[in-house]
């Protein structure tokens, strides 16, 4: 019995002893820590009386001279953005124009090849009536050719109206023969407030080898969803009509060239046999 | 290897070659053309396409003919087609649409808009 009670005393003495190191310890780090802090204390009134206090306003000073600098040169990133942001757009809308006018060279190179990879008349009229129609937009037209015997202009092939209707035309005379003399293409003032008049087409344009008019292509009506002409239209239109004009004249004069040959072949032929 | 099969249907071949020049600018377009409906069906008949471009006036068989006949085939009837006309007229559309086209163009012919409504329907971003 008092063996234990020795024991435990001697448990909680050594206990104490422990508490107490610790206390020892924590004691001498404050200690420590007071000493630092007193050395830091000093340091800085030190620092304060070299001073200090000017060298921190003189900091302040540069520091907001930067900061101006770099306001300074935000404006003038951000004025750069929108600069670059406006030629962008202006890119942008460059683009469309390109693309389009590359649609338009596209449709243009097409149409030629076909218009001149074919020397048979009626084939020729056909490949423009076709591209009239796909290209133009056109739902009623005729074309029209120059007999220069006779300075009459007939229809030659007709979309939408019968040939028969489409009446023949002397050089001169109404806008059909005056467009085929002057060579100027005559569009009506209003599409929407014209009223067909196969004398009186609402486009009619010339069909010209340089300056030489072989025929016109008259329009009286456009398709219902074709409201009105673009202005590259007009332009496409005169190339257009510039290229049928030569592949009209050449198919003409192939078909002549052949008609003649078997001709002078039957001569041959019957002096021969 | 093409990544895209297109037919193109179309009695002109004027307008069968502005088509082609349009749609050429996707890459791997693969282009094969028939010039009426019957053509079109023995096209389809013997490969398999992405998309289908037709006209409606067409001589042997018309473009809302095939469209009909592509539809109701269990092989073709999920192939997009595209009706491009010269007809306007608001019922013309609304005929060919309820008869299974996925959409309609109308003549004259605009590059951009093909273009743009393909690529739509080949699901090319």
């Known amino acids: 019995m008092q063996k234990d009670e020795e024991r435990t005393v001697h448990t909680r003495g050594e206990e104490f002893l422990q508490v107490f190191k610790k206390g020892a310890e924590f004691t001498q780090d404050l200690l420590k820590e007071n000493e630092r802090l007193r050395y830091r204390v000093l340091e800085l009134e030190k620092f304060q009386s070299s001073g200090g206090e000017a060298a921190s306003g003189a900091d302040v000073r540069k520091l907001t001279e930067r900061i101006a600098d770099l306001e300074a040169e935000k404006q003038e990133i951000l004025d750069r953005i929108r600069h670059v942001e406006e030629e962008n757009q202006d890119f942008a809308a460059r683009y469309l124009e390109i693309e389009d006018e590359n649609n338009n060279l596209a449709n243009l190179y097409i149409a030629s090849y076909q218009l001149h990879s074919t020397l048979d008349f009626k084939e020729v009229l056909q490949i423009i009536t076709e591209i009239i129609i796909n290209l133009i937009g056109a739902e009623e037209f005729a074309i029209m050719l120059l007999d220069e015997k006779s300075d009459e202009i007939q229809a030659v092939a007709t979309e939408g109206v019968e040939r028969s209707e489409i009446p023949p035309v002397r050089l001169g005379k109404g806008v059909i023969g005056e467009v085929a003399t002057s060579g100027e293409s005559h569009f009506a003032s209003d599409f929407e407030a014209y009223e067909r008049d196969f004398t009186a087409p609402m486009v009619c344009i010339p069909l010209k080898i340089k300056e030489h008019v072989i025929g016109v292509l008259a329009i009286y009506k456009l398709l219902m969803q074709k409201k009105e002409f673009a202005p590259v239209d007009y332009e496409l239109f005169t190339l257009l009509a510039g290229h049928a004009a030569t592949a009209i004249f050449s198919s003409r004069l192939y078909s002549d060239s052949e008609r003649k040959l078997s001709t002078i072949q039957g001569f041959i032929d019957l002096l021969t046999k | ?125």
């Open chain 2, 1 to 125: 290897m093409s990544d895209y099969n297109v037919l193109i249907v179309e009695d002109s071949p004027t307008m069968r070659q502005l088509i082609a020049f349009a749609l050429k600018r996707i890459r791997g377009v693969r282009i094969v053309e028939a010039n009426d409906g019957v053509d079109g069906l023995k096209k389809l008949s013997s490969e398999r396409f992405d998309l289908i471009l037709t006209d409606i006036n067409m001589p042997i068989m018309d473009g809302l003919k095939l469209v009909s006949l592509v539809r109701n085939d269990a092989n073709y009837k999920a192939i997009p087609i595209v009706v491009i006309t010269t007809e306007g007229a608001q019922e013309d559309r609304e005929r060919a649409l309820a008869l299974g086209a996925n959409d309609y163009i109308t003549k004259p012919i605009q590059p951009t808009k093909i273009l743009d409504v393909a690529k739509s329907l080949l699901r090319i971003a």
